[in-house]
């Protein structure tokens, strides 16, 4: 006799699908992660939170000394100052955002390993953290810019500051969606893991950071334009100071180029974050 009463048990979710809904119920628990990142970020610390202010600053400190007083390398007339604060707050906002989704899996494989809840939210909690901490020095940073434009008729803020929510959000999507592909590849092979803070600091180099993009050798820019962060480097300093230019072109492969290594970043964290426990 034939029995009918047949249970099939089946995988509910693919790896290919992203549980917006579910992370959206956990939304708690990613504001108590973010919460737990900025009490242990400055925990046992003489000056705590300030340090989100002072690191900018000693770090524009050094760079106007090295390039802009020791190298000459031209600031197309924008105060060295002003000109290397906007490239290290914006530069340290994408690489808060990729190395802190760098170690999502490595970093959090305890508790991952004891509690079931969707993975992303701790990277997620971990962008939300880099942008409050990009938000704080901001404030700082468009104070100087007002003072300088006051003072200085080179810095010309203009109407390209209403593209800003669009360069934050990209910036963060772009950092976080690196980080979750290169974490999900560190599960197999950690010598990768040693090799991010090289290539983050690397990858500085080639993007107009600590140099306009006006002094890149004409047979160097398209590819050094082809640098998704590029784009969002050289408008972001356009909008802010009013030097450089707008290129619609570059900005518009750099948003593709964003698009696509969210959607790889997505499937390929979803996929991985099934086994890798048996492997980290």
Excluded at 112 to 139: C, E, H, T, W
Aim: hydrophobic fraction near 50%.
């Amino acid at each position: 006799m034939q029995n009918e009463n047949i249970t099939y048990i089946t995988a509910k979710n693919k790896w290919y699908r992203i549980k917006f809904r579910e992370l959206w119920e956990y939304r708690d628990l990613m504001m108590l992660f973010v919460k737990r990142n900025i009490t242990t970020s400055y925990k046992q610390t003489v000056l705590g939170p300030l340090w989100i202010i002072i690191n900018p600053l000693l770090s524009t400190v050094v760079f106007t000394v090295i390039f802009g007083v020791i190298a000459g390398i031209s600031t197309d007339g924008i105060p060295q100052f002003l000109f290397y604060m906007s490239g290290n707050v914006l530069w340290g906002f994408f690489s808060n955002c990729l190395n802190k989704g760098s170690g999502t899996f490595l970093m959090n494989r305890n508790l991952f390993g004891k509690v079931y809840f969707p993975r992303l939210v701790s990277p997620l909690s971990d962008m939300i953290y880099s942008f409050i901490n990009y938000a704080i020095q901001m404030i700082v940073y468009v104070g100087l810019v007002v003072v300088y434009a006051i003072t200085t008729p080179n810095v010309q803020p203009n109407m390209y500051l209403f593209l800003l929510p669009v360069l934050v959000i990209q910036t963060a999507v772009l950092g976080m969606s690196v980080g979750l592909i290169i974490s999900s590849i560190t599960t197999k092979y950690r010598d990768l893991n040693i090799l991010v803070s090289f290539c983050v600091s690397l990858w500085m180099y080639v993007t107009p950071v600590v140099y306009p993009a006006s002094k890149i050798p004409e047979n160097l820019r398209g590819l050094i334009m082809a640098n998704p962060v590029a784009p969002i480097m050289e408008i972001y300093r356009h909008a802010f100071l009013g030097c450089g230019s707008f290129e619609l072109f570059y900005w518009l492969i750099s948003l593709a180029v964003t698009l696509v290594l969210m959607v790889f970043g997505l499937i390929v964290f979803n996929k991985v974050e099934k086994n890798f426990i048996d492997t980290v």
